[in-house]
């Protein structure tokens, strides 16, 4: 999450320099609840003790409107089947 939030950043800033600036956050579809409250709600962030500098960098993103975090519901997470085990219903 931090590595795609980190290309975001780079594009964001390529795009500004070519006379591009985007104005909407760009979207970084998330299917962990936690990592998005944790981005979000700075006193919940206080409370969590294991906080690495990943997730800071994501926050400041996050609250510079660089990106957005909208929920991604498990069974539609495509990226699944590259790191998890499918069924046979799946």
């Known amino acids: 999450m931090s590595q795609a939030c ?7 800033g390529l795009l500004a320099k070519l006379g591009f ?11 962990n609840t936690s990592a998005i409250h944790i ?20 926050r ?3 609250e510079g409107r660089i990106i957005s975090l909208p929920r991604v ?3 539609l997470e495509v990226a699944d089947i590259f790191i998890k ?5 799946q």
């Open 6 to 12: 980190a290309e975001i950043h780079w594009l964001h």
């Open 39 to 58: 981005s979000a709600n700075p006193i919940f962030h206080e409370c969590t003790k294991h906080i690495e500098v990943n997730c800071h960098f994501i």
């Open 73 to 75: 519901s498990t069974n």
């Open 85 to 89: 085990v499918l069924t046979r219903g």
């Open 21 to 31: 600036p985007l104005s909407n956050p760009t979207p970084l579809h998330v299917d």
């Open 60 to 62: 400041e993103a996050f």
